[in-house]
């Protein structure tokens, strides 16, 4: 055990209702877990197989509302409270209070480390347990907004079940984010994170397998031809089997799927407040 922060785990996106969510992802062509709660708080996961479980990691898209203020532990209201989209990168670690332990060394405020978990009833009737424990920073810390968990059941995430996707998506590659200033934005994510960020516009924070990438707003616009000023995190990059069966399949419900180069991607407004890029992907490549 050690107080590393091992990868980016996944992408935690602020949505009105869970429930309603994971059907406009599933119209997608995604697999979507079943509706689940926590105090003050109900999801939906787009989970993905390609990661490497037994090392504690997972690779998912997580559709969160926001159900009480009251009863759901700070600062998730107030986290959950500024509109809808993409709101945390999620990181992975190895030992939450070790973590948490050297987080506070280095002048992050944090709270205490929560051990939580949830069931899913799936549709056969079986019903899992995924436990695990999270660590919830104060807000106002970091240029884009970022917790810690520990998985203690990872092996629920990448369920063929859950992992099958008819658009064939196996993967988040990347968080895509805008600032005006991205080399000093990565300053960071690399001292706390402890990793190296490579490039200049954008900065790309690689951890294990998944990459912060942080765009100025004239960049963002270049690369994707979407207008961008303010900061914050906008979305993510997916990798798929096969592109033209991910374009197919997400084209097919009516939603406008935009080429570019190496793939396609969907507006935000069409996916939960959050762009969706989707590439080529090689199963076990990084």
Same mark, same amino acid.
């Given at each position: ?13 602020h949505?009105?209702?869970a429930g &309603? ?10 697999t ?13 996961l ?9 090392a ?22 107030e ?42 009833q ?11 424990a999270?660590?919830?920073p104060?807000?106002? /810390? ?7 968990? &520990?998985h203690?059941?990872? $092996? ?13 998506? $196996? ?8 600032h ?10 690399t ?9 200049k516009?954008?900065?790309?924070? &690689? ?9 100025t707003?004239a ?7 979407? /207008?961008?000023k ?14 033209a ?16 180069e ?7 407004? /069409?996916?939960?407040?959050t762009?969706?890029?989707?590439? !080529?992907?090689?199963?076990?490549? !990084?």
């Amino acid at each position: 055990m050690s107080d590393r922060i091992l990868d980016i785990d996944h992408l935690m996106i602020h949505v009105p209702d869970a429930g &309603k969510a994971g059907e406009a992802f599933a119209s997608l062509g995604f697999t979507v877990t079943p509706l689940s709660a926590m105090p003050g708080l109900a999801n939906r996961l787009v989970c993905f197989r390609d990661t490497n479980a037994q090392a504690g990691l997972c690779n998912y898209i997580e559709l969160m509302g926001l159900t009480d203020a009251n009863t759901a532990p700070p600062p998730m209201p107030e986290l959950l409270g500024s509109g809808f989209g993409p709101v945390s990168t999620v990181m992975s670690v190895d030992d939450a209070e070790a973590v948490r332990e050297r987080l506070m060394a280095e002048g992050i405020r944090l709270g205490p480390v929560l051990n939580l978990e949830r069931d899913w009833q799936l549709p056969s009737g079986e019903v899992i347990t995924p436990a695990f424990a999270v660590a919830i920073p104060e807000l106002g /810390q970091a240029p884009f907004y970022w917790n810690y968990c &520990k998985h203690k059941t990872p $092996q629920h995430y990448v369920r063929k079940d859950l992992t099958h996707h008819a658009n064939g998506i $196996q993967r988040l590659n990347a968080v895509v984010t805008v600032h005006d200033a991205p080399m000093q934005a990565a300053q960071h994510y690399t001292r706390h994170w402890n990793t190296t960020a490579t490039g200049k516009d954008p900065v790309s924070v &690689k951890m294990a397998t998944v990459a912060l990438e942080i765009y100025t707003p004239a960049a963002f616009e270049r690369t994707f031809g979407l /207008q961008r000023k303010e900061s914050g995190l906008i979305g993510i990059r997916l990798g798929a089997t096969d592109i033209a069966v991910a374009r197919e399949a997400m084209s097919r419900n009516g939603i406008d799927v935009i080429d570019i180069e190496g793939g396609f991607l969907i507006r935000p407004e /069409q996916a939960a407040g959050t762009l969706l890029i989707t590439e !080529q992907h090689h199963a076990g490549a !990084q």
